[in-house]
């Protein structure tokens, strides 16, 4: 009976897990797309176009107050909000039933993103230390999940599972890293009093959502509050998806197999009585009966992973396409050499292509060397050193990170030029790393 219900839950995991992995695939392949349009439409004739687009302010106004963004600030500082908001869940779950829920699970994930973020950085600042790029140290920490399981799902059935969770589990730990660095070292001032107001929304929405109040209206209120509260603080905008994710539910509220036991009473006494539409309204006792396994199966289903379900494809095939679209259009010029010779574009470079893989492997071996680790079943060291390089693909949060670290618009795209070579360069060697190194095809 235990291994049955172990093996049970085994597969709702892998289900689960697949559906993770073949949503991030599918959408890399739009992220892709974007990213290629951005470019041929940023060096096209029309390059005037495009800049004029994004420099489109939209807003609202109210007596003699405008609140208004450009549009590249909605995407970068609104929409960017539910990316972060679904890292959160994906981070919080992890945490409290994932990968990352025990000290076993997580010492090798968690050592080898350590590595991919403090070797790539680094490297970066051995070859900036003192310049005026030196503060983009933070730029080639970061993994673009959905790009490195792209890459990854090309090899198809060859790809261990065990391989694809530590990959995802070492961008997830990852992404709280980088989410870190935005929050402690590229927030410059912060605003005490309007902060302490997102706090006291926060705890607001903490039982509003924990008591399951039916009015989404009041939900989405107290978190549009949170978000302008944190936008006016002077931390990123985007921190409050992290914060409010932090105050979703990630287990059930009630247990699944009380109500299943109670649902299937409940049923088995409905069966028993007339069965006809009208009856519903007629019959006390049936409506409570359909009410009870409304409300029952509501509370059987956590909300954050229902959130995570519903959101997720809203992030893979609206939000990081947009985001690609606003950010990827870069100006490549006639200078490319030149700019990709420079100290800023070889210490991202360096950091995604060496360091990422570097940092990577090299913590994992000693984690796994110590004994406080082991791979995953089936799990070569060849292919994690061709995870590491996928890992490499900074993209998303690179590019982000990059207009956070910068004000000066060369600096931005010499970064971007650095990111995009750098990830382009990551993913082919991680290619060609994990076919040598992957089970041949059947």
Known sequence: ???????????????????????????????????????????????GTYNDLLHTYIGVGWGDSVFKLSLHHWIN????????FVVG????RELVVGELSSFDKASLPVAAALGGMVVPALFFVFLNYGGEAARGWGIPMATDIAFA????????????????????????????????????????QINIAAFAVAAVFLVVLYPVVRLRVKRRGIVLILMVAVWLAVFASGVHATIAGILLAMVIPVR?????KRFVSDAEEVLEKLKLRQESSSCVVTDREQLYALEFVHTGAGDALPAGLMLEH??????????????????????????????????????????????????????????????????????TWGQVAGAGCLAGIGFTMSLFVSDLAFNDEALIT????????????????GFVILSRSLPKAE
């Open 414 to 429: 010499a970064a971007k030029i650095g990111i995009l070579f750098a990830s382009l360069t990551s993913g082919i060697l």
């Open 89 to 92: 869940l994906e981070v919080k």
């Open 77 to 84: 500082d609104g929409l960017m909000v539910i990316f972060f």
């Open 149 to 188: 399981l792209g890459v990854l799902a090309i090899f198809g059935k060859r790809v261990p599972l065990g391989l694809k969770v530590f990959l995802t589990a070492l961008a997830i730990a990852d992404d709280l890293g980088a989410v870190a660095v935005i929050a402690l070292y590229y927030t410059e």
């Open 1 to 47: 009976m235990a291994s049955s219900s172990v093996r049970s839950n085994r597969n709702s995991f892998v289900g689960y897990f697949e559906w993770f992995v073949h949503s991030e695939v599918t959408g890399s392949i739009l992220l892709l797309a974007c990213t290629i349009t951005a470019l041929i439409w940023a060096n096209s004739p029309w390059a």
């Open 310 to 379: 519903a959101l997720h494809p809203v992030q893979v095939w609206i939000i990081l396409p947009l985001f690609a679209l606003a950010n990827a259009g870069v100006a490549l010029g006639g200078n490319l050499t030149v700019v990709l010779a420079s100290p800023l574009a070889l210490g991202i470079i360096a950091g995604l292509v060496l360091g990422k893989p570097l940092g990577i492997t090299l913590m994992s071996w000693l984690v796994v060397r110590s004994g406080k680790g082991r791979l995953p079943e089936g799990v």
């Open 252 to 256: 059930p509220r009630a247990n699944p």
